[in-house]
Each structure stands twice: as structure tokens, then as C-alpha cells.
């Protein structure tokens, strides 16, 4: 399944196209996931392009589990603001205790949010701030 997810990512899509059907297919194969496709995921995902990831991040949501959690824990060592963005974007929909607990525990989640901060237009603030308050605590 993973190989699926993979090629399927390699789509290129318009804007309308991925925002209101490609993320949801692309969720929906991630669900389908076993524990091999998480962890070939895992391993294979940074060494993926930038608009790939970002793709990704946006599909995931906290119904993907801790697998997705973690996988998107892993893309916050992406070297792209706009892949760490969605994925903070993403990990908001994390809002069980035991995964806020993970995030918060993570040791420079909040020093990439402030990062990203200072740089960002006032939406990307929005999405930042909300993510201290909800998955953090802060603020």
C-alpha cells in the first residue's frame, strides 16, 4: 500500500483538485496501512521533495493514529518552512491526551514554531499560535 501512497503523491495535481479530493484519497489509503507501510513511510519520506511531503502532512490526521503522529514528528526535520508548516497545521487534529502528551514532549517542537513565527504572514501566525495553545499549552 505504501507503494501506492507513494505514487500517487508523485501526482501532480491543481490547487481545487488535491484541497478537495486528492488529500482525502490519499488519507484513505493511509489508513490502510500495516505496520510495514508505516515503517517504509518512515523511512523513505525525507528523502522525498519538499512538495511530497508537504502533500503528505496535509493527509494526515489523528485517525491515522500514533503511526501518523509519528510520522509527522519526523517531517518537523524537514528543511522546508512550508513542510513544517502543514505539518504543524496537521498536528492539531492530534487532540487525545496521550498524543499531546507526545508532541509536547518533543524536545524542539516549540523552538521551530517560534522560528517559523517570526517569519510568517498573519494566517501562518494563526495556524502557529493555535497549535501552541491546543498541542502545547502555551500562550
Not at 489523528?62 to 510520522?71: A, F, H, N, P, R
Not at 514532549?105 to 513565527?117: D, G, K, S, Y
Request: aromatic content about 10%; overall charge negative; glycine content about 4%.
Amino acid at each position: 500500500m505504501y507503494l501506492d501512497l507513494d505514487n500517487y503523491l508523485l501526482g501532480c495535481f491543481n490547487d481545487d483538485y488535491w484541497y478537495d479530493e486528492g488529500c482525502l484519497i490519499a488519507h484513505e489509503m493511509m489508513l490502510k496501512f500495516d505496520n510495514a507501510d508505516w515503517l517504509q513511510l518512515q523511512n523513505e519520506m525525507l528523502m522525498k521533495d519538499a512538495d511530497w511531503q508537504e502533500k503528505l502532512a496535509y493527509s494526515i490526521e489523528e485517525d491515522c493514529g500514533k503511526e501518523g503522529l509519528m510520522v509527522l514528528l519526523k517531517l518537523l526535520e524537514s528543511t522546508d518552512d512550508d513542510v513544517l508548516v502543514t505539518s504543524i497545521d496537521a498536528l492539531r487534529s492530534f487532540q487525545i491526551e496521550k498524543y499531546r502528551k507526545i508532541i509536547s514532549a518533543q524536545p524542539n517542537i516549540v523552538e521551530i514554531v517560534r522560528r517559523l513565527h517570526d517569519k510568517a504572514g498573519l494566517p501562518v501566525k494563526g495556524i502557529l499560535e493555535d497549535f501552541l495553545v491546543k498541542s502545547i499549552q502555551l500562550y
